[in-house]
């Protein structure tokens, strides 16, 4: 009855109802339903629906579903594309550039010139001169306006608003509107309309099924003539 009112064969099995209406073809798996729906290769794993529709490579890996703007998903290049550093940049040309230290020179040396000591000079005078303990991170930590307990997640943490327990996933959840909870599938969920609890069946019959996907009530769909 269902079959035939959208033009599957007797012989088809239910999927199809749904594969054909999406251009995918009887033998596809039920994931390409929603692959070719947003543009995504049949050999796709299934991240790529995701990385794709949000303009992420397929070679990324998932933390690229929220770098938009970082090229090789490095999380340290959500920070290094801020400062002007260019993605094969290690992290510490992040500070050299920022003090005007060039890429060649020597870790130490972007704390020897910033501080005024000579570049021979032992490492300890770096620190000596303004910083009691030494503390390598305190250089950054005092900068930044955060506490000598140098957690360096909190020059960034506070600067996206979240709280100094740094879960760095609370940098992206909240840009995207979720709960700090953190599921990762609410981030997809809403976009496509369905609830929170994530039954990607809900999304596949567009919720004209009930939430327990009972496909005889699709009988709903068809009107008495159709059903005669």
């Not at 003090?99 to 000591?117: K, P, Q, W």
């Not at 000079?121 to 009691?132: E, V, Y």
């Not at 599938?185 to 976009?191: A, E, G, M, T, V």
Request: charged content about 20%; overall charge positive.
């Amino acid at each position: 009855m269902f079959r035939r009112h959208i033009g599957i064969s007797d012989n088809n099995n239910i999927l199809q109802m749904f594969r054909r209406q999406f251009g995918i073809s009887d033998n596809d798996n039920i994931p390409q339903m929603f692959r070719r729906y947003i543009g995504i290769s049949d050999n796709d794993n299934i991240l790529h629906m995701f990385r794709r529709h949000i303009g992420i490579s397929d070679n990324n890996n998932i933390l690229q579903i929220f770098s938009r703007q970082i090229d090789n998903n490095n999380i340290l290049q959500m920070f290094r594309i801020q400062f002007g550093i260019s993605d094969n940049d290690n992290i510490p040309q992040m500070f050299r550039r920022y003090i005007g230290i060039s890429d060649n020179d020597n870790l130490l040396h972007m704390f020897r010139r910033h501080i005024g000591i000579s570049d021979n000079n032992n490492i300890l005078q770096i620190f000596s001169r303004q910083i009691d303990k030494n503390n390598i991170l305190q250089i950054f930590s005092r900068q930044f306006g955060i506490s000598d307990k140098n957690n360096i997640l909190q020059i960034f943490s506070r600067q996206f608003g979240i709280s100094d327990k740094n879960n760095i996933l609370q940098i992206f959840s909240r840009q995207f509107g979720i709960s700090d909870k953190n599921n990762i599938l609410q981030i997809f969920s809403r976009q496509f309309g369905i609830s929170d609890k994530n039954n990607i069946l809900r999304y596949s019959v567009d919720n004209l099924i009930s939430d327990n996907n009972n496909i005889p009530q699709m009988s709903s769909l068809l009107t008495d003539d159709q059903e005669t």
